[in-house]
């Protein structure tokens, strides 16, 4: 018998036969929420997953180890530079590496159907096109790291609402043309080492259960071979899921592959153990895979990677995804002799993540507020204007100990806070996180007392105003606040469910207590575990675990007079900026959003502001579309997404000049929520969607309609003046090439970076096609007045193909065919035609 030490010795046939049935179990589940089985006996390693699409997390959801924070999906996609993506994959394997992680839970390249799809700030682009490429980037430089990538979430987890159950109802032609092309095409150009099933079904069918998806396509027909995982309790049968062809159920311990049910199924002949063995061997391929990155299961978590060339990285990376929308008569970039004002909700709170799974303890943030002032000659005005949050701003970051430091104590006990004996104290946490979602936390103590624990959470709070104070609590188990001992929140005695914690939670209980400018005050949170509520009765245990707690406290104010507070300043300064947007709070895992409106008062705060001050700039960070009624009366706009660590710093370097924006819209913005193409059928039916705009989504339906946009795919301005001339095509089909040659000039004094757009539309179709599809496109760094020859490739019948459903394979049709080279959908500059002579139908990759 051979002990498994690294990849070269670790015979992936040799050890099947040596393992038993139990053992063959053990590999095809996780055993805890983060890792694989090790067999001991053979020498077996466990590996270790983590998420995720925007940073690696570590193994910990609470009072975890900080890590490195990318900017979002739609921001990464939003640099259309593949080598610059490249990059932030190679920068995410060492960051996995500093967390002794072996497989990376990302990239996500579902589709965005809508703007209102709560996860559709973490996936790249409503494009399939771009959404692949995209994705192929970023796994490529994972996997040059040595570190498994793992495509998500295959597919069409489009929509958060009833996620495990609903059901996406769509042709084949929409399938394979919109939802399974970027996974395709990841494929073809990176081959994935794992990829992660959906929770929902497609046509009927979970996802996980499909032998029609995981075999037919992804395996017979991409000729795919790496493993599958399910997303987190995201696998619903036993037999089924293992026939077709799910290897490995996570998290751990399994709720469907425990040993005694899988032993009867294989003894009843139900599962063949010929099927079962290659489950088996896809993880052990898998775990094999992962010994080539030098990660030992013992190595400890760790920020090694918090250095100054990862700074620089993010910052990159971060001031590339920035989309300059809007600069009427050159208002930007400023000067640092500008006297300036700063307003909005996201001005000095650092909004870098979204929520769910994708959100993660950082390194550091930096808020947009403290980039501008590092680079203004006079310290910026500030006051708030206007607010945008669900719950209460975060009270973590607001408390001080008792030395001073930032943040409050966690003193863990056995007992609660009135039991007359010993509590039997367990631990005490130094922490700041407003959120604590205590899944994860174990301890060998509680772990014993059944997970039922207790928590005194103290901290001191001196407010900067005198005035009315609302403090507010969600939790999964229960929760008081007092404040110097007198009672103002109690979701404890009174509790109602809500969709915090993955919808695990209760809502936010609020209180309100007058208090004095610059008097500390002691802030005491009494917390009971999960188990210790009523509303967590029914849940199942392995999801809420420790459960968990989310605090926030606000100075209760006037939204009015806040913002007649803010014209006054603007008034009195050269420029404002005011810095808009949504939060994790709003795009989120587990919650689609209500509608496309900045939230709360933000567009009166606009609205009054560029009123007083005409020289007005809004920076908007959302992860996907808002309506900007005011559009018109603003002369500069920028769309910064959630832009990671660096986000202040990027938002600043563009603001200023030092970083000329190149960033390109991944993804429409509507006028109105009403003008997408999935505004009737965004919703569950009785657990039904319906994918009723067909192959129609995002650019495609607006151009078929001619429905005006506020800003189309593709958007983004520069500092500098880029002009495109001479386009010549070669075609040559038996090579499946197609090469647009042209010239593209800097028509200006600054040096800038252009991306230019190729599409592809067929002249007269046989069936109704969009008016012309994104094909490929390339990110090109001129000098001033540089002009230089470019040369765009893209595969012939990728270009040309539609999926013919009567086939059932991909058709190439004959026909005349236009190429098509712009700046963006509507920035059309140079178009060529070319004939294809013979109609082609193709399968695979």
């Not at 042709?171 to 919109?178: D, G, M, S």
């Not at 032993?263 to 009843?268: D, I, L, M, P, T």
């Not at 001479?726 to 197609?738: A, G, P, Y």
Request: proline share 4%.
């Amino acid at each position: 018998m051979t002990l498994i030490t690294n990849s070269k010795n670790f015979d992936v046939e040799s050890l099947i036969k040596e393992l038993t049935l139990e053992e063959k179990v053990k590999l095809i589940s996780g055993v805890d929420f983060w890792h694989t089985a090790k067999i001991e006996r053979l020498g077996i390693p466990k590996i270790r997953v983590s998420d995720g699409p925007n940073g690696i997390r570590g193994t910990k959801f609470f009072n975890g180890v900080p890590a490195g924070c990318f900017p979002c999906g739609t921001g990464l996609a939003a640099t259309f530079n593949k080598d610059l993506l490249f990059e932030a994959g190679q920068l995410m394997g060492e960051e996995a590496k500093a967390k002794a992680v072996h497989v990376i839970l990302g990239p996500t390249c579902n589709i965005q159907r809508s703007p209102l799809g709560g996860r559709g700030f973490e996936s790249y682009s409503p494009d399939p096109v771009l959404s692949g490429f995209a994705s192929a980037a970023i796994i490529s430089g994972i996997q040059d790291k040595k570190i498994a990538a793992t495509l998500k979430h295959f597919v069409c987890n489009d929509i958060e609402t009833e996620r495990s159950s609903i059901n996406s109802i769509v042709t084949q032609r929409a399938l394979r043309e919109v939802y399974l092309l970027p996974f395709q095409i990841a494929i073809r150009d990176s081959n994935p080492i794992s990829l992660m099933t959906s929770y929902n079904k497609v046509n009927g069918e979970h996802v996980s259960n499909s032998k029609y998806l995981i075999e037919e396509i992804l395996r017979d027909e991409w000729k795919w071979q790496g493993a599958t995982m399910s997303d987190w309790y995201g696998l619903y049968s036993l037999k089924e899921s293992i026939d077709a062809g799910l290897d490995l159920e996570m998290p751990g311990p399994p709720k469907m592959r425990k040993y005694d049910s899988v032993q009867h199924a294989v003894n009843s002949k139900e599962i063949h153990l010929k099927i079962l063995n290659k489950r088996v061997e896809n993880v052990l391929k898998l775990i094999k895979y992962s010994l080539n990155s030098g990660i030992n299961e013992n190595d400890p978590e760790t920020s090694s990677n918090n250095t100054p060339i990862t700074s620089l990285k993010l910052r990159e990376i971060a001031s590339e995804s920035i989309v300059l929308l809007k600069n009427d008569n050159n208002l930007l970039p400023l000067k640092p002799a500008d006297k300036i004002a700063i307003f909005g909700p996201n001005a000095k709170f650092a909004s870098y993540c979204g929520g769910g799974s994708a959100s993660l303890l950082s390194y550091y943030s930096t808020t947009p507020y403290d980039g501008i002032k590092s680079k203004a000659d006079i310290i910026p005005e500030y006051t708030l204007g206007a607010a945008a949050h669900k719950m209460l701003p975060g009270l973590g970051t607001q408390l001080k100990r008792d030395d001073g430091s930032v943040g409050f104590t966690m003193k863990i006990y056995l007992k609660p806070r009135d039991y007359q004996g010993d509590r039997n104290f367990v631990e005490q946490l130094n922490l700041n996180s407003s959120y604590m979602h205590m899944v994860d936390y174990y301890n060998s103590k509680i772990l014993e007392n059944d997970l039922i624990f207790y928590a005194d959470i103290e901290g001191y709070f001196t407010p900067e105003e005198d005035g009315e104070y609302e403090f507010g609590v969600a939790v999964v188990g229960t929760a008081l606040i007092f404040v110097d001992e007198t009672l103002v929140v109690d979701n404890k005695t009174k509790q109602i469910f809500g969709n915090t914690f993955f919808n695990q939670g209760s809502i936010e209980e609020k209180g309100r207590i007058v208090l004095s400018k610059d008097k500390t005050y002691k802030i005491r949170i009494e917390f009971s575990s999960g188990k210790t509520s009523i509303l967590t009765k029914g849940l199942d245990p392995g999801n809420y675990g420790g459960g968990g707690i989310r605090i926030g406290a606000i100075k209760v104010f006037d939204p009015l007079a806040e913002i007649a507070k803010a014209v006054e300043i603007a008034k009195k300064n050269d420029k404002v900026i005011i810095v808009s947007g949504t939060n994790l709070e709003f795009e989120t895992e587990s919650l689609d959003r209500e509608d496309m409106k900045l939230p709360g008062y933000q567009d009166q705060l606009i609205e009054a502001i560029v009123a007083a001050n005409k020289n007005t700039i809004v920076v908007n960070q959302s992860g996907t579309p808002v309506e900007m009624p005011w559009i018109e009366k603003i002369p500069a706009v920028l769309q910064a997404w959630f832009a990671g660590n660096e986000g202040g710093n990027a938002i600043a370097d563009v603001l200023y000049g030092d970083v000329n924006p190149s960033g390109k819209l991944s993804i429409t913005f509507p006028i109105r929520l009403q003008d997408n193409p999935t505004y009737f059928n965004f919703n569950s039916n009785n657990g039904q969607v319906l994918y009723g705009e067909d192959v129609y989504v995002d650019y495609r339906f607006y151009e078929k309609i001619d429905r005006p946009v506020l800003f189309p795919f593709g958007h983004g301005l520069s500092y500098s003046n880029f002009t495109y001339d001479n386009l010549v095509l070669s075609i040559n089909e038996s090579s499946d090439l197609l090469i647009a040659k042209f010239e593209l000039k800097n028509n200006s004094d600054r040096s800038g970076k252009e991306v230019a757009q190729l599409y592809v539309s067929q002249q007269k179709p046989s069936i109704t096609r969009p008016i012309k599809e994104l094909k490929n496109f390339i990110k090109v760094s001129l000098k001033a007045g540089e002009t230089k020859k470019i040369e765009i490739k893209t595969s012939l019948k990728y270009a040309t193909s539609f999926f013919d459903e009567y086939y059932n394979d991909w058709c190439s049709e004959s026909g005349t065919y236009n190429v098509i080279i712009g700046k963006s959908t509507e920035n059309i500059q140079l178009v060529e035609s070319f004939q294809l002579k013979e109609t082609k139908h193709w399968s695979g990759l």
